[in-house]
């Protein structure tokens, strides 16, 4: 079955631990990205990663780390997080960036 | 700055009537258009999309039309049901970004 994986799905920390959400796609795509959503703001682009060791920064990048070491991971990491970060963020895989793009289910990510 | 705009936070529609939801967008330089639906507790699905070259793509009860003049973007849903309920997200891309709407929660009657 056809899917991104992101682990964990909840997560509360505290101000300054880092931490990482994973993600894994199981369909060879090359497009992956990282996105947060925030009530009256929609889904904001933080990184993308357009193959294997290419990454570049979308709308929201501070305060955020990606890397790309291998096709089906794409790590998202919060090296020093702050409560500004608390929201809902979605990991998501697409063959090109301008088709059809598959969503993980969400971490919902609390910083307190 | 947002440069995709939905500027109907929510619509209510009845059953078996059509549902247009719009979407606006500023940067001429994007290249294709994409429509998302969100359930609550769930990553987004596609819907439908639409490549700059053209006006109108439709794939069963969804339509999207893009007025390239006015950089204004629908899609419609005819008729609507009570399963397309949810949010809805425009997006567009270019330059190999993606960048959303702030959705509009459609609420779908009996």
């Known amino acids: 079955e056809a899917q991104v994986t992101q682990n964990p799905r909840y997560l509360i920390t505290v101000t300054g631990k880092k931490l990482t959400v994973t993600c894994s796609q199981n369909?060879?795509?090359?497009?992956m990205s990282w996105y947060r959503q925030d009530p009256g703001l929609g889904l904001r682009q933080i990184y993308y990663?357009?193959?294997?060791?290419?990454?570049d920064k979308g709308d929201v990048p501070e305060g955020y780390k990606v890397s790309r070491k291998e096709k089906r991971n794409f790590p998202l990491i919060l090296e020093s997080p702050s409560p500004n970060q608390t929201s809902l963020y979605f990991c998501a895989s697409s063959l090109y960036p301008n088709t059809e793009a598959f969503f993980g289910q969400g971490t919902r990510l609390t910083v307190v | 700055d947002q440069q995709v705009k939905q500027n109907s936070p929510s619509l209510s529609v009845q059953e078996g009537r059509i549902s247009i939801l719009n979407c606006d967008y500023t940067n001429s330089m994007f290249d294709y258009f994409l429509w998302y639906k969100k359930y609550p507790a769930e990553g987004p699905t596609f819907l439908i999309s639409i490549s700059s070259i053209k006006d109108k793509n439709e794939d069963g009860r969804f339509t999207v039309f893009l007025n390239k003049s006015a950089k204004h973007l629908s899609l419609h849903i005819v008729p609507s049901q009570p399963g397309d309920s949810a949010v809805y997200f425009c997006a567009a891309q270019g330059a190999q970004k993606l960048v959303f709407g702030q959705g509009t929660r459609l609420t779908i009657n009996p």
């Open positions: 369909m060879n795509h090359e497009y």
């Open positions: 990663s357009m193959n294997v060791e290419v990454t």
